[in-house]
């Protein structure tokens, strides 16, 4: 996030008439924004670049003697039903999985802000899911769903088909997702509540503003911008789901196609099928999406967001 | 303000198209589970098996974790690692050139071997598989091996299965040493035969007596099912049915599917009618594969490779309640047929050690450790006759079964060994028809329709491959 700020802001700062002293200013700023941007360029956007690129061609074995197809892949695209129903199994994901999680993490964040006993294990253990390797904790996760053998069904007494049932396996897929992100989000929240001054509670509790009443005219208001980070930052990686789907569900899993997310799919013709092209075609529709998306929310942060 | 949310949009996107282009790096995971990549030593469906104890492997890239100076070798099947280090620590031992073994899973192998052969990066000697090895061959990825094996006192090309060795041929130039070969048998559960008092599967079963038992071993509570096999079974499973009754997955020539020929489809409809009546729900069998459901002592009966061999060797609820027999036969054609197929040991055409690549080769295709891969029951051998030191590796098992299928005749049924159909590009079809058939299994009335489809699909994808 940091980086992109600054990119951003740095257009601003080119001003005719510099004195001196800004313009060595300028010179360090750049100096020092320097690494990232380089990291940035040779990481993210040369290879975005070249995947633009690679959504005109049919692409060859191993990359080799790749053939123009002009607008061909864009054509398949529209028609593909495969990838709309992946891009609506992605937003149906990212529409539970977000706001659930904010709201999780944004109770524990504001119960484990007051003196209690135990509040650092606490904030440990919601924390402890961001540590673990995504991978291992679809892993886990697999196993106790599994409609057979699995814990839940065990202890629940049920057999439940957790995640081959496809009106129910995109839910289960979510729970992981808010389960991991919960613990990352509170941590944010908690930031953001550290920094309200206490002055507004005292001031509040002598107007008789406590407990509900407190939280939403006070807390709430003034967590809003830090609510407004996590929400852009949650739904960007919501959108991009792919491990959890990639480790849990087998090609043969009847709740698949429901439940396939659009990276999942871009994956699958990218580097299973070798097809680059449309494979890179797929994400350059996640792209617009994602696009669309954060534009519209900065767009609808001037409704909802308190900056003091 | 505009411009700069605008941008910030820009770039918040900017993040999810990197990962188009960062090719292997970005794709791989950390942990898989061993047991699915087993499953699937030789066959290629789908992650399946569950409940079993996992091992991580480093998936991200060829790192050696041994000296710089061993030659990388990458495999995929944990079964058979034991045995090929065994080889490789006594080849270390007698020609002083290291080793490096590496086991990836099924899957990630291919992602992992595509994105390193584009890099040119490809590791020194590793297991090959008619899936795709038209496609490594053709575009000059792997080591041409004629001038080698012209030299060579060890190799000579006859002494290998054929149907193997032509496997790893392309334009006239071997590419490959024939490793191994396998082919299919009927695994059951004694305990369950004996409970319910039927006398265990043998050289007299059609598929219909595999289906009239499997009806019988079913338990309408759920808590047992006669038979398994998920819609990724192809070559352990549904192949089999198909070839025995006289159908084709693919036409002769290797250019159009043959899903919709009339006997194939009449040998998927029975193939529905196992599914629907003996075998548990396709969404249980694709959480939990059909060798695990075996081994778990859910199911009876399970059509399975000879790869699992040393998988169900090691489990002990198999060893103690399971053995093996040999396939049906289909009563219409009084035919026997078993899907075959082999890998090849192959090295890259870019290792800075070829000659030593070549070395280890000839090694692993010699007489004596082919011999020894088979007595250490590995797996068999593509080195002919030596599959009875094969047979032998395990009293628990009936291993005949599986050589059974590859003599003239056994009880009144003609054996016939079918090479596992394959083209350029095997898996993109593959996978599509694995996929497709999910909805067969759910609801087998509509099994026709799928096959139809199926053929459809797979004939646009042979199209589009690039041979």
Redesign the interface.
Known sequence: MMN??N???S?NHRRPGLTYWEKSQNLWGWLFIFPTMLGLVI??????L???Y?TFFRT??????NIYIGGQNYIQLLKDSEVWQALWNTLKLTLLQVPVSIAIALVLAVLLNRKMRGRAVYRAIFFLPMIA????VA?VW??L?????GLLNHLFHT?I?W???PAIAWISIAVIGIWSSIGYNMVLFLAGLQDIPKDYYEAGAIDGATGPAAFFRITLPLLSPMIFFVL?TSV?SG??VF?SI??IM????????KTQTI?YL???Y???????GY??TI??L???V??LI??LQ??LQKKWVFYN | MKTKSILSALLAGALTLTMTACSSSGSSTGTTTTKSADTQATDTGATTATGDESTATSEDSLTPSGSSDALEVLIWDTNQQPGIQEILDEFTEKTGIKTDLQVKSWDSYWTLLEAAAQAGGLPDVMWMHSNVSQMYMKNGLLLKLDDYIADSTEIDLSNYMSEITDLYTYDGATYGIPKDYDTIALWYNKTMFDAAGLSYPDATWTWDDLYENAKKLTKSDGSQYGFTLSPSNNQAGYYNVIYSMGGKVLSDDKKTSAYDDPTTIEAMELVGKIVADTCPDVTTMSETGDDVLFESGTVAMTTQGSWMVPAFKSNEYVAENCDVAVLPYAASTKTRASICNGLGWTASATSERPDDCWTLLEWLGSKDMQLKQAELGVTMSAYLNTSDAWAQNTDLFNLQAYLDVTTEQTGDATNELILRPYTYKTTVWEDAANQAFVSAWTDTSQMESVCKSVAQEMNTAISQENS
Do not use: C, H
């Not at chain 1, 060859?60 to 003697?65: I, K, M, Q, T």
């Not at chain 1, 990218?270 to 680059?276: C, P, T």
């Open positions: 992109k700020k990119v951003a802001i257009g990481l993210n956007i040369w290879p975005m070249q995947s633009f690679q060859g074995d191993f990359g080799r003697g390797a995504p991978a291992a892993m697999k196993w769903y599994n409609s057979q053998f057999k088909e995640i081959s049932n852009v960007i959108l991009q491990d990639y480790m087998s090609k043969s899993n009847p709740a698949l196609p990276v871009f994956y699958q990218s580097f299973v099928n070798g097809n680059k494979g890179s994400v350059i996640l792209l617009a994602i696009m954060t534009a900065m767009k």
